[in-house]
């Protein structure tokens, strides 16, 4: 295992000191008391199972019906873990729930959310997700969230174990050359022979609990553990702070798949972080 920290865990955070606290300071944050949505009966399980179990997901070459990944999640060991990840797009799957939903305290400035970026630009980031889980289950890797997004994540149902590393600890890591947001280490299980710098690593270690929101900002890396049932929310999200760590990394790929067009990427990028800047003035 990894040494580790507590992460600060805030209570009647403004949106203000969020911020200047936490996202300009590129720190990870517990929200413990912005999560009372999650105690809708429409995250039950059984209003899940009885209204959604039409919705079908396959994990490792097999199919599964919505019930079955419940009941699967609720008798996971760690002999016999349920499948995972199961991951469901609440606005394709869920769209019902998409209301019961509260956006926190980033408001308007997701850019994710707005018509002004085009929809193949956002393509490859999770707009809104609910993923299940089971004891013992663990996120399938070190990562980090793709194309630079920040993330928050509200705990809906049992507990979750995040361990998180700040991107100046990389090198520990052994990213992966291609896929550079990868890690082939096991933090659980470290082959120290292997990848040796991981003993240096630390980590920021929290349990997120039903109702409480943790927020990873863009390039941190990080993974998770189950302890129980679990059901969690996540979002990603782009704003000023990030914008350009976005945009470099969509140009990389954007490079890799359309050269000739991937120029224009870099335009797009300093033309519309400038109105996305003054749009988001006017309404913050
Ligand atoms: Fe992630």
Known sequence: MTNAFEI??????????????????????????????????????????SHYNHLTRTVNGKSYSLSEIIELCKKSTKENKAPYPNIYDVKRDFPELLNEIPELLYGKSNRLQSKMLPRFIAKYTNKRELFFGGKDCSFPTLHI???????????????????????DQSACFYPDKIRRNQSPVNIFDPDLEKYPLFKNAVAIKTTLKPGETLFIPAGWWHTTYIHNFNLTYAIDHVNSFNWNFF???YYLSAKKNYPKLASLVKVYKVIMGKIFNAKEAILN
Not at 145 to 167: C, E, M, R
Request: net charge negative.
């Open 8 to 49: 600060d865990r805030r209570e009647g955070l403004s949106k203000k000191e969020f911020y200047n606290s936490y996202v300009k300071k590129s720190l990870p944050v517990v929200l413990t008391d912005k999560g009372e949505w999650v105690w809708s009966d429409k995250f039950s399980t059984d209003y899940l199972k």
């Open 247 to 249: 945009m470099d990394e």
């Open 145 to 167: 969230d793709y194309l630079g997004v920040h993330t928050q994540l509200t705990q809906i149902i049992g507990d979750k174990d995040f361990y998180l590393y700040s991107p």
